[in-house]
């Protein structure tokens, strides 16, 4: 087991990004916040299977949180990430430091649009122009071929690609499926802010969605089958934020024309919120 190379500045990422691409290897990335599970740690394993160099990034964000929100209590444990990391043989990991990424007279921002609105933007709407930043920031630091993103985050992977094709950001973006608990719950870096009570209870988020696709599959009309699905939520003691079913690539509303979709949630259990989605297409 080899150690990665660790790099805290971007020029010593790049240096050695630098030295790899002219050795002619195809270079991945996978950013990601650290607290790693099996869901990160498949997106290294995607990574490893198409590219001959990955680099993980650990960065937690500061502009991407709210004011009110879990940046300070985010949980961080980058040896235990570290060790993960060099079991599965990664050969780099970038982790900047917040003056490295914002140094002092930093100014600049990203305004994203298209499948940024709605859904996670209504109660963070400070969210993905943060998520934006930093990923545009991460991506030019080590200029990879490719980047893979998780599915877990379907909103954020749609908001990805449009803003790397908008800005002309010459890497390919990739999703990865989303790796859950034996009981169906999406991994998550927050899970592990549930009582064990709201941990058991938590496996209803991703019931509802498989429920709300076999009803849609049964013929129930989109607006039954997710009030229907909000109602079993509410009664399961989660306050939704939103059940809603949008168009897989754009995520506007769908009409009758719409072939490929996405069922997205996100509800609160208690003082965490958790967030999930599933693919469905209309049966043709
Ligand atoms: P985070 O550390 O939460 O910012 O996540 C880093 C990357 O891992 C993002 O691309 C997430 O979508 C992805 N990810 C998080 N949880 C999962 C999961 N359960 N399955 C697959 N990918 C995930």
Redo the contacts with the bound molecule.
């Keep these: 087991m080899t150690r990665p190379r660790i790099f805290e500045t971007i020029t010593g990422l790049r240096a050695d990004v630098e030295a790899a691409r002219r050795a002619g290897r195809r270079i991945a990335m996978?950013?990601?916040?650290?607290?790693l599970?099996e869901?990160?740690l498949?997106?290294v394993r995607t990574a490893q299977a198409r590219a001959d160099l990955v680099i993980v990034s650990i960065f937690v964000n500061p502009t991407q949180f709210a004011p009110n929100e879990d940046f300070d209590a985010y949980p961080r444990d980058n040896d235990c990430d570290i060790a993960k990391l060099a079991a599965l043989g990664v050969d780099a990991v970038f982790l900047p430091t917040v003056g490295e990424m914002y140094p002092k007279g930093f100014a600049t921002g990203i305004t994203v649009g298209g499948p940024s609105q709605d859904l996670e933007s209504v109660t963070r709407p400070h969210f993905f122009n943060g998520v934006a930043l930093v990923v545009t920031k991460l991506l030019l630091a080590a200029l990879p071929d490719l980047a893979?993103?998780?599915?877990?985050?379907y909103q954020?992977?749609c908001v990805i690609r449009q803003f790397v094709r908008d800005l002309n950001i010459p890497i390919e973006i990739d999703g990865?499926?989303?790796?859950?608990e034996a009981d169906g719950l999406?991994?998550?870096?927050r899970n592990r802010y549930l009582s064990a009570r709201d941990r058991e209870q938590a496996a209803l988020l991703p019931a509802v969605l498989r429920e709300t696709l076999q009803a849609l599959d049964a013929g129930t009309t989109v607006a039954d089958a997710l009030d229907r699905g909000r109602r079993r939520l509410s009664d399961g003691g989660f306050a939704v934020d939103y059940l809603e079913l949008r168009a897989a690539d754009t995520l506007a509303p769908v009409d009758n024309a719409t072939r490929d979709m996405r069922l997205l949630v996100a509800a609160r259990l208690g003082a965490t919120r958790l967030i999930d989605n599933m693919g469905w297409s209309r049966p043709s």
């Design positions: 996978v950013p990601t916040m650290g607290a599970h869901g990160h498949s997106l893979i993103f998780g599915e877990k985050d954020q992977l990865a499926p989303t790796v859950r999406a991994m998550s870096s």
